[in-house]
């Protein structure tokens, strides 16, 4: 006998049942091409802060513990380029890299297939916002279990206007009612799958969108809106890749630090190699790092007539470490000098001295440190000056050496990439140093960066897992040498000489 559900007109409605999905899986949409940015290659492919913008996007979604399974919808032709990404980064959550729709439309209906039937949430984002932070995947999934669509999105810091076909304006929307729209976005599977099945229906259809399909074809149906980010940035043009390498080193700088027990777990038993280590930051480095537990080798030219220009004496000074300890995880290259002087009026030996204790040593060093830091999967880390952004007067080879540095950085963290070997840079703005003192002579105490500042940085960096950057220290505005923070910001006049 079937049970008549008709209810009379003071039955209570019927209470829709809870939501309980069976797992959250993150689909990473990674089919463009890179037409817009003149690639030869997909823009996910590209690499920004020392590993491919793709690699970035999964490692959010790998460290979310709300995200159970991820699947990477590849762009056609590129599947085995990102299966090596996934398989290297040693991602276990990617159950699938699979190739994209020729559609978004297409795409979307591969990747629901590919999640299978069942009740699950699932997030669409693109693979190239690679600054996607925690926060917002974790809000996405919290409002799922009260709205069946999210969507994510920023103000609109831009008065939009409405053109017609001959571009004058038929309307100025209102900015405060518009928002600048995002990924990922959020789906209760059911939702996402019965709004597409209700568009196989119209013959017009297209997506851009998923969030839009929801709205057209199941109108009823509310779209939560959760605030988004301005550094969850696409990567679209050339620009682009400039402000998400710089968005990378902002947000590296500014990660919490340790406590001395965390410091402590992380350098006990390591070896680290100081050249330029007798004063300013490379001896602040040296003390910071011995009292963590590191073992710490400096060499200089005033305490161990070591010469960084010089192969024999690089060479002697890590073979010296790495007798003592058996190994060697970390080397960095504070030494520097600074010669201020008319470039035409400046003489050979003077200008020979810029070039080789600048810039030639760190080469030097960064080739007969390779064997080493593969053994560890190490870092070498060198230091650039807030001179390397435009050329300076009176000290033209001392900045066009800072500048080599960075170029220096990132073309080895390309190059050692595949070993395991990373290669950052320190950009500190003008800190207190004796070479500084010698060059400038005194100044105002408050206008400089303290070396022990650079120097805990410095350690930051060397326990991160970053490679590729180039790291900006700065001093919070209006404050000492002692209170400096990570910030971005226009190069200061002066340089910020190393060591």
Same mark, same amino acid.
């Given at each position: %006998? &079937?049970?008549?559900?008709? &209810?009379?007109? =003071? ?62 919808? %590849?762009?056609?032709?590129? @599947? ?16 699938? @890299? ?29 693979? @190239?916002?690679?600054? *996607? ?52 976005? #959020?789906?209760?599977?059911? &939702? ?26 199941? /109108?009823?149906? /509310? ?7 301005? =550094? ?19 947000? #590296? ?79 960095? @290259? ?16 003077? %200008? ?17 440190? *390779? ?10 880390? *060198? ?51 004796? %070479? ?12 400089? *960066? ?26 919070? /505005? ?18 910020? /000489?190393?060591?």
């Amino acid at each position: %006998m &079937t049970q008549d559900h008709t &209810t009379g007109p =003071d039955a209570a409605p019927e209470t829709p049942a809870p939501w309980r999905p069976s797992r959250t899986v993150a689909v990473v949409l990674a089919g463009g091409t890179g037409t817009r940015l003149g690639l030869g290659i997909p823009k996910q492919l590209l690499k920004i802060a020392g590993k491919p913008i793709i690699e970035h996007t999964l490692a959010v979604f790998e460290a979310a513990p709300e995200i159970d399974e991820i699947i990477v919808l %590849m762009a056609v032709g590129h @599947v085995d380029d990102a299966q090596q990404i996934v398989d290297k980064a040693g991602f276990r959550k990617v159950s699938k @890299v699979i190739a994209g729709g020729e559609t978004r439309n297409a795409t979307t209906r591969i990747a629901l297939d590919a999640v299978g039937e069942g009740d699950v949430n699932i997030l669409f984002h693109d693979a @190239v916002r690679p600054l *996607l932070s925690g926060r917002i995947v974790r809000e996405c999934v919290n409002a799922l279990w009260t709205y069946s669509a999210v969507d994510v999105a920023i103000p609109s810091a831009d008065t939009i206007i409405q053109v017609d076909a001959d571009d004058c304006i038929t309307d100025i929307p209102v900015r405060s009612s518009l928002r600048r729209g995002q990924t990922p976005q #959020a789906f209760r599977s059911g &939702t996402i799958r019965e709004a597409y099945r209700i568009a196989e229906g119209d013959p017009d259809f297209a997506a851009t969108d998923d969030c839009g399909v929801v709205l057209r074809y199941l /109108p009823g149906t /509310p779209i939560k809106v959760i605030a988004g980010s301005d =550094d969850n940035i696409k990567v679209t043009h050339p620009v682009d890749v400039h402000l998400a390498d710089k968005l990378f080193q902002l947000a #590296a700088a500014q990660a919490p630090r340790l406590s001395d027990h965390g410091y402590a777990e992380e350098l006990t038993g390591r070896t680290i190699v100081v050249f330029g280590g007798s004063y300013g930051i490379g001896h602040e480095l040296t003390e910071l790092a011995r009292r963590h537990g590191a073992q710490v080798f400096p060499f200089s030219r005033s305490t161990t007539g070591t010469h960084v220009e010089r192969a024999e004496d690089v060479e002697a000074a890590l073979k010296t470490a790495f007798e003592a300890t058996g190994r060697i995880d970390h080397v960095v @290259v504070t030494a520097g000098i600074l010669e201020k002087g008319e470039l035409a009026e400046m003489d050979q030996e003077t %200008m020979d001295r810029v070039l080789h204790v600048n810039f030639v040593g760190p080469v030097t060093i960064a080739r007969q440190s *390779l064997p080493y830091l593969r053994q560890t999967k190490g870092q070498l880390l *060198l230091y650039t000056s807030s001179s390397y952004t435009r050329g300076r007067a009176r000290y033209a080879l001392y900045s066009a050496t800072k500048a080599a540095l960075v170029n220096l950085t990132q073309a080895l963290s390309d190059e050692w990439a595949e070993l395991g070997v990373r290669v950052n840079c320190i950009n500190p703005e003008r800190t207190a140093t004796p %070479m500084r003192t010698k060059a400038f002579g005194e100044e105002p105490e408050h206008t400089l *960066l303290a070396a022990e500042t650079v120097a805990q940085s410095s350690l930051d960096v060397l326990i991160s897992g970053l490679t590729g950057q180039v790291i900006d220290v700065r001093r919070a /505005p209006g404050e000492g040498p002692a209170a400096a923070v990570p910030a971005q910001g226009t190069p200061a006049v002066a340089p910020a /000489p190393a060591g």
